[in-house]
């Protein structure tokens, strides 16, 4: 038994899990919704009433909880033309079959048919929640028709997913919401944050019905971990977290001089300055590579040796010095940048490294992944 001292506490917690949630639409999506219902529901009974013969009821009630799901949630998985058109129709079938053949009391036969009601639904993949509703409504009606299932419940329905796929496109919601086709191979997406393995792990741990389409779920979940992580980094600068001093080399310096600063630092690059310190190449360990390859040697570490070693006359045939292998083309950035700007660049492009400037384009550090990993585990 938990102490007197935390029952109101335990109260309190009740009384708060109790209180409605805060629905984030503003007030024109409230008026989108509730004119949507308006006409959807106008445009079915007054087309129903013009098709059925006379003495059917031209509206069954379960439809109006259908029209809150079509125009309120265009994009639940609850609300899809086949949900909808499925779920109330053979829901009311459902109700019918429990009169015919269930020989128990009413209640008994009313329970029975929304509990075979959800059963059939989610059976059929056009799980709805008027569908319930359809079929205590027979019970409670007394409906034995078989007809009736057809006419009026399945034309109502089907009229109202028609008006739905109308009214949502004109007012900018996607309705029918199927799931967002995969990219086509070859198609440059930026890479995900969590693949769809995981997401499925998770919601077969979750083990419940999604209100959400999956599609959605996922990026709703891929922009609020952008948020998150942007509000966590968007105080950093590159001088927060870059690396300083920098080692550095000239465009004279000599490739064994530089590939030695390389292997005792353990580093991956240099960048190459001039006597002022302003960026004018950067030389990495691929360059190195890539140079290594003119060699005439059978093995790499041959080829990389015979690179390093310092020509003997004053004229050569391969290069001597960083400034003939390095990259021109340098992608810096100053210091006082936010680091989120430069995510993409490590992310996306490939960078490892990036010089960081400052006053007057001088060098003030190096900006590496580990660097970032570091921001990024640790936060501002």
């Given at each position: 038994?938990?102490?007197?001292?935390?029952?109101?506490?335990?109260?309190?917690?009740?009384?708060?899990?109790?209180?409605?949630?805060?629905?984030?639409?503003?007030?024109?999506?409230?008026?989108?919704v509730?004119?949507?219902?308006?006409?959807?529901?106008?445009?079915?009974?007054?087309?129903?009433?013009?098709?059925?013969?006379?003495?059917?009821?031209?509206?069954v009630?379960?439809?109006g909880?259908?029209?809150?799901?079509?125009?309120?949630?265009?994009?639940?998985?609850?609300?899809?033309?086949?949900?909808?058109?499925?779920?109330?129709?053979?829901?009311?079938?459902?109700?019918?079959?429990?009169?015919?053949?269930?020989?128990?009391?009413?209640?008994?036969?009313?329970?029975?048919?929304?509990?075979?009601?959800?059963?059939?639904?989610?059976?059929?993949?056009?799980?709805?929640?008027?569908?319930?509703?359809?079929a205590?409504?027979?019970?409670?009606?007394?409906?034995?028709?078989?007809?009736?299932?057809?006419?009026?419940?399945?034309?109502?329905?089907?009229?109202l997913?028609?008006?739905?796929?109308?009214?949502?496109?004109?007012?900018?919601r996607?309705?029918?919401?199927?799931?967002?086709?995969?990219?086509?191979?070859?198609?440059?997406?930026?890479?995900?944050r969590?693949?769809?393995?995981?997401?499925?792990?998770?919601?077969?741990?979750?083990?419940?019905?999604?209100?959400?389409?999956?599609?959605?779920?996922?990026?709703?979940?891929?922009?609020?971990?952008?948020?998150?992580?942007?509000?966590?980094?968007?105080?950093?600068?590159?001088?927060?977290?870059?690396?300083?001093?920098?080692?550095?080399?000239?465009?004279?310096?000599?490739?064994?001089?530089?590939?030695?600063?390389?292997?005792?630092?353990?580093?991956?690059?240099?960048?190459?300055?001039?006597?002022?310190?302003?960026?004018?190449?950067?030389v990495?360990?691929?360059?190195?590579?890539?140079?290594?390859?003119?060699?005439?040697?059978?093995?790499?570490?041959?080829?990389?040796?015979?690179?390093?070693?310092?020509?003997?006359?004053?004229?050569?045939?391969?290069?001597?010095?960083?400034?003939?292998?390095?990259?021109?083309?340098v992608?810096?950035a100053?210091?006082?940048r936010?680091i989120?700007?430069?995510?993409?660049?490590?992310?996306?492009?490939?960078?490892?490294?990036?010089?960081?400037?400052?006053?007057?384009?001088?060098?003030?550090?190096?900006?590496?992944?580990?660097?970032?990993?570091?921001?990024?585990?640790?936060?501002?």
């Open positions: 038994m938990p102490p007197a001292a935390s029952l109101p506490h335990r109260a309190l917690a009740l009384l708060n899990a109790l209180r409605p949630a805060p629905q984030a639409v503003n007030a024109r999506e409230r008026l989108r509730l004119l949507g219902a308006g006409i959807g529901i106008l445009l079915a009974g007054a087309l129903s009433q013009t098709a059925l013969t006379p003495g059917l009821p031209w509206l009630a379960p439809l909880a259908s029209a809150v799901l079509v125009f309120g949630l265009p994009a639940s998985p609850l609300a899809q033309p086949w949900a909808v058109l499925g779920g109330n129709t053979a829901s009311a079938l459902v109700g019918i079959a429990c009169l015919h053949w269930l020989p128990l009391p009413p209640m008994a036969v009313a329970a029975a048919a929304v509990a075979l009601a959800i059963g059939t639904m989610f059976l059929l993949r056009c799980l709805h929640p008027p569908g319930g509703a359809a205590l409504l027979m019970v409670l009606t007394a409906t034995q028709d078989w007809h009736f299932a057809l006419l009026p419940v399945a034309l109502n329905s089907l009229l997913v028609l008006a739905g796929m109308i009214y949502n496109s004109l007012t900018g996607r309705y029918p919401h199927a799931q967002q086709a995969p990219a086509p191979a070859g198609a440059q997406v930026a890479p995900p969590f693949g769809d393995a995981e997401l499925d792990a998770v919601l077969a741990r979750y083990n419940q019905v999604l209100d959400v389409p999956r599609d959605d779920l996922a990026d709703l979940l891929h922009e609020a971990e952008l948020l998150s992580y942007r509000n966590r980094m968007g105080r950093l600068r590159c001088a927060d977290i870059m690396s300083s001093p920098v080692i550095t080399v000239e465009f004279g310096t000599p490739l064994a001089e530089a590939w030695t600063l390389l292997q005792e630092h353990n580093i991956k690059a240099l960048p190459v300055v001039d006597r002022v310190q302003r960026i004018v190449g950067i990495t360990r691929a360059d190195f590579m890539r140079a290594a390859q003119g060699q005439r040697r059978e093995g790499l570490g041959e080829r990389l040796q015979a690179l390093l070693r310092p020509s003997p006359s004053t004229h050569s045939t391969k290069p001597e010095v960083v400034g003939q292998i390095m990259s021109r083309q992608r810096v100053s210091a006082d936010p989120a700007g430069l995510v993409p660049l490590f992310s996306d492009t490939g960078h490892h490294h990036i010089p960081i400037v400052g006053e007057q384009a001088r060098l003030v550090g190096i900006l590496t992944q580990s660097d970032l990993v570091k921001a990024l585990s640790h936060g501002p």
